[in-house]
């Protein structure tokens, strides 16, 4: 029945994120892209600085999350292991989220350092319970205290607001109170021991909560257009309104579910002007983090490699217990930007540019070659996260494919150093993956799978809102210059294609063993 249940609870997040993707589309179909680039090129340098000052400011914050709970299960840990597990965890989850199994790494970092499994559960349990006390807690005050134009389609009536803000504040101080009588003391539920944290505790979990949404919400405030007519306190409850659906609805990185909401509920600003902010806050406080992290890694093995002392092998041990796993996620994400990245028509003026010094079958060969190496590194992030040799020789080869062909395609040298930056860590960390195994040995996640299919799903839907349906029966045959929405749908075809070769290919090996 588990077994089940945990198939449905994954169709379940795709199917919410189709929908989310359908009714995005429905919002944008009016825009072109040309407009939504323009939007984005309209953003200031010094509103985009701005939010990545808060975007480093909430990662700190975020600290407080682990910080707190390990005070709330008396166990000590040092500050830098501290932030380090809740900078990683963090930064795999916001982009991951449930369904790849975004509570791997902290599991794994916190068993390393000797965490037994129950302390783990435990901890993670209070993580939930900051979050929710701090949103409880934000969202009740603002309902009711702050004057609110609510937007119709919540579907609730102004006199309902400060009610429903009653209630939710009270719930909040419920927590407090019960953690006031309790004074620290266990209680058992269904055999397990759990103990609520102190009233002191419990206090700076609702303020490290709420301080966090804040600065989110401030992080992505600071994107939107300088005339927009939106004040802070009325973007505050849509935003908060959004992370909570996120949270519930376990998509990856809310792909989809954040935009929808975001851009329904804010009234005023152009949905371009909306869509475009969000993209932007996405590289900012999603993408460069966790790029940031892949460099650090490599950074750090190599100086583990330099300081061979007794610390050294103790820092090692830890360190790559979940490094793979790490690495995998990276190597997931250059896959899916490979591949949403090639559905984007190319500039005209580049394609004038480069008429002269790229030949065109050069330019359509790299564009196909893109899309393929984009579904390899979706197909091989798995086997990576298993430490197989074969698998980081292969990654390793598809990153340096991609990065030649991004420069050869379009000039893309923004991809091209997402892809440099996620292949210095794995050529640092080589010795991290020696087993010696087949790639496809061993029964494939469904949650994996899932994701795989997600991200091919986005692709097609994308490039089919881009450039739509083929009109005639030779379009995939035209090849020019600037014949963007025939190469585009030959690439998306050649995608579909190998990654049926690649799932025959398991399924008899599977067969055969």
Known sequence: MKKYLGILGKLLVLAI?????????????????HEI????????????????????????????????????????????????????????????????????????????????????????????????????????????????????????????????????????????????????????VFGKEFALPTLPIALAQTVVAGLDLVVAASCLYSLLPVDSGVSFLEFLPNYLLAQVTVVLTHVPGGMGVLEVIIMNLTHGIPSQSVFAAILAFRVIYYLLPLMLTAVLLGCYEIYLRRHDTDSFHDASRWFR????????????????????????????????LVKNHIPLWLLEGAHMLTGLVGVL?????????????????????????????????????????????VLFPLLASRRSFGRIAPVGRGEYPLQWGA??????????????????????SGFLLRTSYLANEPRILRTLTAEIVFLLILIGIYTRRRAGR
């Open 37 to 188: 680039k323009l939007s984005l090129r309209q953003i200031p340098a010094a509103h985009l600085a701005l939010s990545f000052g808060l975007m480093i400011l909430n990662y700190t914050v975020l600290v407080g999350y682990d910080w707190l709970a390990l005070k709330a299960i008396h166990k000590k840990l040092g500050m830098a292991r501290v932030c380090m597990v809740s900078f990683v965890g963090c930064v795999i989850s916001y982009n991951f989220g449930a369904l790849l199994g975004g509570s791997t790494v902290r599991y794994r970092l916190y068993s390393a350092w000797g965490f037994s499994a129950l302390d783990i559960v435990r901890l993670v349990l209070m993580l939930a319970v900051t979050f929710w006390v701090g949103a409880m807690g934000l969202a009740g005050a603002i309902f009711l205290f702050v004057p609110l134009d609510v937007p119709v389609e919540l579907g609730i009536g102004a006199s309902h607001i400060r009610p429903l803000g009653a209630v939710l504040l009270g719930l909040c101080l419920v927590y407090l109170m019960i953690c006031w009588r309790a004074r620290g003391r266990a209680f058992h």
């Open 451 to 472: 994701a795989v299919g997600l991200v091919l799903g986005c692709a097609i839907l994308l490039g089919v809102a881009l450039i739509g349906l083929p009109s005639d």
């Open 321 to 352: 217990a979940w490094l793979p796993t790490l690495l995998a996620y990276a190597v997931f994400l250059a896959g899916a930007v490979l591949c949403l990245s090639v559905v984007i028509p190319l500039s005209p003026r580049y394609l004038f």
């Open 377 to 421: 590194l979706l197909a091989l992030a798995y086997a990576l996260e298993l430490r197989k040799r074969a698998a980081w020789r292969m990654v390793v080869g598809a990153l340096c494919v991609g990065i030649v062909g991004n420069l050869c395609k379009g000039g893309d040298w923004p991809e091209a150093l997402l892809l440099l930056a």
């Open 17 to 33: 994120f189709a929908l989310a993707i359908w009714l995005l589309y429905q919002k944008l179909r009016s825009y072109s892209l």
